[in-house]
């Protein structure tokens, strides 16, 4: 799995905070295709097929790429203590410009931390702060949204808009270079500070049976100049884009 197809699912990582009501035990299996365009110098556009694999019990959950521990669970509020394997890399090996081959290599990691939801009429609040936990990046991460759920029958449609911080060290460990790496490869040296990155997101979902439903989920990032004005990156912002069907039992 190349560093792009990795950086695709980091940027769709928030997005996976699905919400869910205190529904009763479900086990959702299915396939699942994610394309993200690539922020880096010298990548590629890439596709990843992932499977889905979404369990929802009284106190644990899991949803493809994270999983969890419910400290409180309502109709309206679920907070829970929540662990994030982060696909989030950099391998200057699968890099085709020169300069960029010669970079270090940022590494994949484990975010813990704590994920919070509130569903009321005026609209779903969501929001995740998580820290890497395997001394990686020693980073910090804070997303928060607002979306509003329309229903029309079967199918339903979820606008969002929202905000990524990313701390001074998550920003240096992915975007920054070192003096090290500039007198290597001759990359002027970058040390960002944090970071705030808006974006907004689309959601919709259909549900083609009691058991089947197919889901989309897209969201374009606009980056803080923090990232944007690494000399890694070469755009303005990323657009991800997750969609599959899943069948639950």
Not at 47 to 70: A, D, K, M, T
Not at 91 to 116: H, I, Q, S, V
Request: proline letters at 4%; aromatic letters at 14%; charged letters at 15%.
């Amino acid at each position: 799995m190349n560093q792009f197809k990795l950086k695709a699912l980091s940027a769709l990582i928030p997005c996976i905070f699905f919400v869910n009501t205190a529904a009763a035990e479900s086990l959702s299996l299915g396939a699942s295709v994610i394309y993200a365009q690539s922020p880096y110098r010298g990548g590629q556009d890439r596709y990843l097929p992932i499977p889905v694999i979404n369990y929802e019990g009284e106190n644990f959950w899991f949803r493809s790429l994270q999983g969890g521990y419910y400290l409180w669970k309502d109709q309206q509020n679920q907070l829970s203590l929540t662990l994030l394997g982060s696909p989030q890399q950099y391998d200057p090996g699968e890099n085709d410009l020169g300069d960029m081959k010669d970079l270090d290599k940022r590494r994949m990691t484990l975010m813990g931390g704590a994920t919070y939801s509130h569903m009321a009429e005026w609209g779903i609040l969501r929001t995740a702060l998580l820290g890497d936990v395997l001394n990686n990046s020693n980073g910090i991460i804070w997303d928060l949204t607002y979306l509003y759920r329309f229903n029309f029958g079967d199918f339903s449609l979820t606008p969002g808009v929202g905000a990524m911080w990313n701390s001074a060290n998550q920003n240096r460990y992915y975007y920054g270079v070192s003096s090290h790496e500039s007198a290597r490869t001759g990359i002027n040296r970058y040390q960002p500070d944090d970071s705030w990155s808006p974006y907004v997101e689309l959601s919709a979902s259909y549900q083609i049976s009691p058991q089947w439903n197919a889901s989309l989920v897209g969201r374009y990032t606009r980056f803080d100049s923090e990232i944007k004005d690494s000399p890694m990156i070469d755009k303005s912002g990323q657009t991800t884009l997750w969609t599959g069907i899943s069948y639950t039992f």
